[in-house]
Structure formats: structure tokens, C-alpha cells
């Protein structure tokens, strides 16, 4: 995608959450910046493709932020490999998602720059007990 990424000139596909959320990564290096705008494209893309719309629907409609925090690669079924796993924090419109549904994410970092894998679900979420 280049160091423009998801924002080039005029025409940028990332939300305001997105671009305050990616601020610090955004100022740095190149490799890292080009890194950051990858994860968001590729798990906005991979929600919209999860709950069965793919690009017919805006991707303003799905937020995803890379989280800094390890993630377990195990928890989700997948092989650790040798990268340094995340979390995703992902957020969509409420009509996007059923009723009871919640999206999750999770992403490798390969360093360099290189984005190693990308996963995200839909689950059903986990009712909070009554008080």
C-alpha cells in the first residue's frame, strides 16, 4: 500500500477512530506505518468478508484498531510461529452485526514491517450474569 496507505490525498478509507487510534503508530518509521495501514485494510476487509458482505458494504462501517497487547495465538487454534501476536479492537455498526454477535480479532507481526496473519470471528456474546 505505500507509506499513503488507507489515506491518500483527499480519499481516506479510515475512520476518525481509526486515525486518532493509529496517531502513534502512524508517526513512526515507514516499515511500521505500512505495517499499521495493512492490519486495519486487511481486518476491515476480513470482518466485512465474516459476516458474509465483503465490500458491498462501506468499510466506514467497521473499526479496527491494532492493539499493542500480546495476544494467545492459542486461544484461537492457530500455530504462534515466530511472530509476536495482538489483539484487534474491532467495532461495526450495529446493523452489521446479528443480534447477540460480537466480532474479535487477532493479528501476527513478523517484524520488519511484515503483517504474518490475520484472524477474526463471529461469536455469540457471552451474556453478563444478572445481579
Do not use: F
Amino acid at each position: 500500500m505505500g507509506s499513503g496507505g488507507i489515506c491518500r490525498g483527499s480519499t481516506c478509507r479510515a475512520t476518525s477512530g481509526e486515525q486518532a487510534g493509529c496517531g502513534s503508530w502512524s508517526r513512526g518509521p515507514p516499515g511500521e506505518r505500512d505495517l499499521v495501514t495493512n492490519v486495519v485494510w486487511c481486518a476491515k476487509e476480513a470482518v466485512l468478508k465474516a459476516l458474509g458482505l465483503g465490500l458491498t458494504v462501506d468499510t466506514y462501517a467497521v473499526r479496527c484498531l491494532p492493539g499493542a497487547a500480546p495476544a494467545d495465538p492459542g486461544a484461537w487454534a492457530l500455530d504462534p510461529g515466530g511472530g509476536a501476536w495482538r489483539g484487534l479492537e474491532i467495532a461495526c455498526e450495529p446493523a452489521l452485526l446479528p443480534e447477540g454477535m460480537s466480532v474479535h480479532g487477532i493479528w501476527c507481526d513478523l517484524g520488519g514491517g511484515l503483517l504474518g496473519a490475520l484472524a477474526v470471528r463471529v461469536q455469540t456474546q457471552t451474556p453478563s450474569p444478572a445481579l
